[in-house]
């Protein structure tokens, strides 16, 4: 069974990869969130913060996995691994970053967090070859309902 999913055009979805990297670069350079109780709080065993690196850096990763799944046809895995890397090395990169900005720094946790994050992107490449990637226009004539 195949799910058909909406493919758009290459360059709404690179300027939704160059959008995610450029939010998480703004939020983490430019203009860094003041420190709140959320930051503290551990809500089980990790602090709220991580999470955030978490789930930044897993959408991160899913958008340059969306972006290229066209082109990466029998090398999937190949493709998974260069996405874990690239987003892990800007994760890195970002962090490396804020240690030259006021009232921030390197904290490796962080470092892990994305790395983490960026691997959830595993799924998408599990189930590609169950998915039907077709252009928005043809997808959408495919979905219409009928009325009986």
């Not at 703004?26 to 690196?53: C, M, N």
């Not at 490396?96 to 983490?116: C, E, I, K, Y």
Request: aromatic share 12%.
């Amino acid at each position: 069974m195949t799910v058909r999913v909406p493919l758009l055009p290459p360059l709404v979805r690179w300027a939704l990869v160059a959008g995610v990297a450029a939010f998480i670069f703004y939020a983490s350079i430019l203009s860094p969130p003041p420190e709140t109780v959320v930051d503290t709080a551990q809500p089980g065993f990790l602090p709220l913060d991580k999470w955030r690196h978490f789930v930044a850096y897993a959408t991160l990763g899913y958008a340059p996995a969306y972006a290229t799944s066209t082109i990466w046809d029998g090398r999937r895995w190949r493709a998974f691994v260069l996405v874990v890397v690239l987003t892990s090395l800007y994760g890195a990169g970002i962090e490396l970053g804020q240690s030259v900005v006021p009232d921030r720094g390197f904290d490796p946790g962080d470092v892990v967090a994305n790395a983490l994050g960026a691997t959830l992107v595993l799924f998408w490449f599990a189930i590609r070859p169950r998915l039907e990637l077709m252009p928005v226009s043809q997808w959408d004539s495919g979905c219409e309902s009928t009325d009986s």
